[in-house]
């Protein structure tokens, strides 16, 4: 049962003719509609009162000024909530319209339990399932999605919608409400990062007089580092002696081409808003000792060029507090060339910061960065004392992050 506020919607469909154009879906509403499976009314509480599961899935436009619009939400969400005032046995109330993380708990339950009279959990149930559909394929897409995500308050709100999808051919992940809602809005704003990427490396390329096609082919084909799940891990800022440079050097030549391509441009500005971050986490703490673990840019090289646990550093130590420094793979004697000259030029007395005892540096400090991959999870919180602060930029393995009395806290989770 299809239901609109929009009566010449539901009369087209109710008569078995599609609203939209869209491929496949002439056919299956014809057929369906023959076969009395699909019918579309405008009362929402006939509805209701006639099925298990109702799922919600009206517009949630922009407001001029770029907010969410969720009038359409909280409107069905009242129109679901006084229907199952009235409704014998269990529903199940599925949101899938994209609504940011949070909607669904703040505005959507709330509506439902005070128009209802009832509890959410108890005598209905809540779930959020993003559509990954696109217009121009919905059908197809809707039977072979790359995955369904259900969210629940709890997995045993679940049991209708995962009998419900079966027969689909895609993984189900199951998570949290907000984090339901969050993954759609992931996956489109990567959408539209990958769209506008493409684009401005076509565009470069085309003023380059380069074949777009073959690069793209030639980028496309690395499936392990280019189109795969590398680098897609929230840790701390990129460095080195490749990314910065390479990106300094292709839009200042993409400038001087008179070309404007503002999402290359703006990488190297968010890599260094990454690294304000992890200073304004230590600033944070009030605390004066500083123990750094980690110098080179990545664990198991001593480059320090660009690293941004040296720019880090540089600001710490420029902010007044006491920094000490642990890097296996850092030994200044054995630093040359323009690695040698980099460090010297940035902290010019990195030699006294510098230390080969880890105990030593853990234990003497209040805050401890974690910042390099070097060092064993568990091999910090076996040092760690209470009450010391462990800020952490690489992303340590849950199971290996310190608990109890010492305070932690991700870069970026
Ligand atoms: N269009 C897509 O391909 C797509 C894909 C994934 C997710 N989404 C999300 O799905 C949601 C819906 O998108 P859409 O493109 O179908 O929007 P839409 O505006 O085309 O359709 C929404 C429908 O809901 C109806 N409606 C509004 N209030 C109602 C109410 N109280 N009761 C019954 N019907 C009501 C409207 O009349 C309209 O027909 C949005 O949150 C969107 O972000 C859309």
Redesign the pocket.
Known sequence: MG????RA?VEMLDSGRSPIIEARMTELVAETNKACRLHATTD?NAAVLGSDVSFL????PSLPNGKLDLS?VE??AR?VGTALKGKKSHHVVVL???VLPGTTESLVIPTLESCSGRRAGVDFTVCYNP?????GS?VADFFQPPYTILGAQSSVHLDLLRELYAGLPAQTLETAIPAAEMAKYVSNIFHALKVDFANEIGTLCKRLELDTQVITKVFTSDTKLNISSAYLTPGFAFGGSCLPKDLRSITRRAKELDLNLPLLESILPSNAEHVTRAVDAVLRTNKKKIAMLGLSFKAGTDDLRESPQVQLIKRLLGEGLQVQIWDQDVSLGRLAGSNRLYIEEVIPHIGSLLSTDFDQVVRSAEVVIVGTRSVDGSQISSRLLPGQIVIDLVNLESSRRPRGTISYEGICW
């Open positions: 239901v609109d506020v929009n919607k929402a899935c009206v517009g949630t359409h409107h069905v129109e899938r319209s994209t559509e990954f559909m696109r217009e919905a």
